[in-house]
């Protein structure tokens, strides 16, 4: 009988699990979005020349996997607070760092994640010659992307390519074009 009482609290106690600090996600975006401190708006970065602010490296063996695929990538700032969501920058590695928006609810939960960079080119086989790839967050959360790029392809001897998209985070955290 004493075996049984035993075994039973210990069968109790063990399948309890109490929660730690941190382990849940609404922890640790919070925690998160203290450690990379807020992205000064206008945010600005320009590909080719500028060294994106680095703050915060992600790690495999943490809850930044649930977030951010590239575990060689880094989260570079969190927008102002806006009460309703967290809004982080972050790089991807490639060629260069490719910047990012994730955005974020209190209490977790992915809203919306979109390249803010390069990806929106959609691409053509062609040689570059050169190429602007700029991006900038107002501080009403206007997003403003301009990608130009000159080149050849086979078929002629110099095209200009330039996109403008603008982009705008809602009140929801959404980004919407």
Request: charged residues 25%; aromatic residues 6%.
């Given at each position: 009988m004493k075996h049984l009482i035993i075994t039973s609290f210990m069968l109790l106690f063990g399948c309890v699990q109490?929660?730690?600090?941190?382990n849940n996600r609404a922890t640790y975006i919070r925690e998160l979005a203290k450690r990379v401190s807020t992205q000064k708006l206008p945010f600005k970065y320009d590909m080719a020349n500028d060294n994106p602010d680095l703050r915060?490296?992600?790690?495999?063996?943490?809850l930044d996997t649930l977030y951010f695929h590239d575990l060689n990538g880094s989260v570079g700032g969190v927008l102002p607070d806006t009460s309703t969501y967290f809004g982080f920058i972050f790089y991807e590695v490639?060629?260069?760092?490719?910047?990012?928006?994730?955005t974020v609810d209190n209490e977790g939960r992915i809203i919306?994640?979109?390249?803010?960079?390069?990806?929106?080119f959609g691409g053509i086989a062609i040689d570059v010659e050169s190429c602007v790839d700029?991006?900038?967050?107002?501080?009403?959360?206007?997003?403003?992307?301009?990608y130009t790029l000159y080149g050849t392809s086979e078929t002629n001897d110099s095209i200009p390519k330039t996109i403008e998209v603008c982009n705008k985070i809602s009140g929801n955290g959404s980004i919407t074009s």
């Open positions: 109490k929660e730690q600090p941190g915060h490296k992600i790690s495999k063996n943490s490639g060629d260069s760092f490719y910047p990012f928006l994730l919306d994640r979109q390249s803010i960079g390069i990806a929106h700029m991006v900038s967050i107002g501080e009403d959360l206007q997003i403003d992307m301009l």
